[in-house]
T-cell receptor, first 110, second 114 residues
Framework: GQNIDQPTEMTATEGAIVQINCTYQTSGFNGLFWYQQHAGEAPTFLSYNVLDGLEEKGRFSSFLSRSKGYSYLLLKELQMKDSASYLCAVRDNYGQNFVFGPGTRLSVLP | ETGVTQTPRHLVMGMTNKKSLKCEQHLGHNAMYWYKQSAKKPLELMFVYSLEERVENNSVPSRFSPECPNSSHLFLHLHTLQPEDSALYLC?????????????FGQGTRLTVV
């Protein structure tokens, strides 16, 4: 079966660092994606991992361990505009299906 | 102009109505998707089309009927829906290269069934 887990909600302070974890069990693996979704808006792509290790992209970094079925998204120097839901998604063996986790709602406080 | 455009943005329909959602992508992608997003639930894949051919139908009730006339357009035809079908319906597209490209999403259609 397909199962992706993320914490439901997180809270952090402006300027701080936050780590959002994602664990997955899927029928196959063809890459892990992180998306940001503001309320009432479309999800937008943040990062992609297919090999183990850390991918850095400005204030955002994403880490993958395929053997552990684990990823995290690291957000540095948090800003108020980072308040959003963060969706973890795995592309399965068929290559075309993106399986999404429930999303983590992040609230950044002043 | 955004890469993936959905119309209408909001739709209210009765249970006996027939309506259609439209999605158009201007990115030259080969794969298109319909997702359903309900409150407090993960994005649920409904249909996948690759090169205008349906490659996945995720046990979706027959009251939802997709149509993909070409690689740039995707429709979702709705008839005799139920109140529990009220949700945000998101269209997405991708290049269809396995694993190496992300999905681009439209703004969604907020559907309310009364």
């Amino acid at each position: 079966g397909q199962n992706i887990d993320q914490p439901t909600e997180m809270t952090a302070t402006e300027g701080a660092i936050v780590q959002i974890n994602c664990t997955y069990q899927t029928s196959g693996f063809n890459g892990l994606f992180w998306y940001q979704q503001h309320a009432g808006e479309a999800p937008t792509f943040l990062s992609y991992n297919v090999l183990d290790g850390l991918e850095e992209k400005g204030r955002f970094s994403s880490f993958l361990s395929r053997s552990k079925g684990y990823s995290y998204l690291l957000l540095k120097e948090l800003q108020m505009k980072d308040s959003a839901s963060y969706l973890c998604a795995v592309r399965d063996n068929y290559g075309q299906n993106f399986v999404f986790g429930p999303g983590t709602r992040l609230s950044v406080l002043p | 102009e955004t890469g993936v455009t959905q119309t209408p943005r909001h739709l209210v329909m009765g249970m006996t109505n027939k309506k259609s959602l439209k999605c158009e992508q201007h990115l030259g992608h080969n794969a298109m998707y319909w997702y359903k997003q309900s409150a407090k639930k993960p994005l649920e894949l409904m249909f996948v089309y690759s090169l205008e051919e349906r490659v996945e139908n995720n046990s979706v009730p027959s009251r939802f009927s997709p149509e993909c006339p070409n690689s740039s357009h995707l429709f979702l035809h709705l008839h005799t829906l139920q109140p529990e079908d009220s949700a945000l319906y998101l269209c997405a597209s991708s290049q269809d290269e396995k694993g190496f490209d992300e999905a681009f999403f439209g703004q969604g259609t907020r559907l309310t069934v009364v």
